[in-house]
């Protein structure tokens, strides 16, 4: 059963940042494409973010030019940079393959907010 711990969120103001890091305890890490999903109070999880093994990416259009992922598989993580936050940023991000094939880890709470 693998393992999924994210970390990383807190309270940021609208315009700052913050780096998430999510820790895979799967073996061959590396074949797996992964993606960051968030979700936010009273609304369904949606996709953030992907990247293949290979490091080619795609971004919800909410969050390109903002956001960027990328992932380290000597170290199993992956890590999503979030820059210009915005309000409706905040919700609780949570990374896994993509398409979704793992059990959902706790996540790691995110609150845009002055």
């Known amino acids: 059963q693998v393992q999924l711990v994210e970390s990383g969120g807190g309270l940021v103001q609208p315009g700052g940042s913050l780096r998430l890091s999510c820790a895979a305890s799967?073996?061959?890490?590396?074949?797996?494409?992964m993606g960051w999903y968030r979700q936010a109070p009273g609304k369904q999880r949606e996709f953030v973010a992907r990247?293949?093994?290979?490091?080619?990416?795609i971004y919800a259009d909410s969050v390109k030019g903002r956001f960027t992922i990328s992932r380290d598989n000597a170290k199993n993580a992956v890590y999503l940079q979030m820059n210009s936050l915005k309000p409706e940023d905040t919700a609780i991000y949570l990374c896994?393959?993509?398409?979704?094939?793992?059990?959902w880890g706790q996540g790691t709470q995110v609150t845009v907010s002055s």
């Open positions: 799967a073996t061959r890490f590396s074949i797996y494409v």
């Open positions: 990247i293949t093994s290979s490091g080619s990416t």
């Open positions: 896994n393959t993509n398409p979704i094939a793992w059990t």
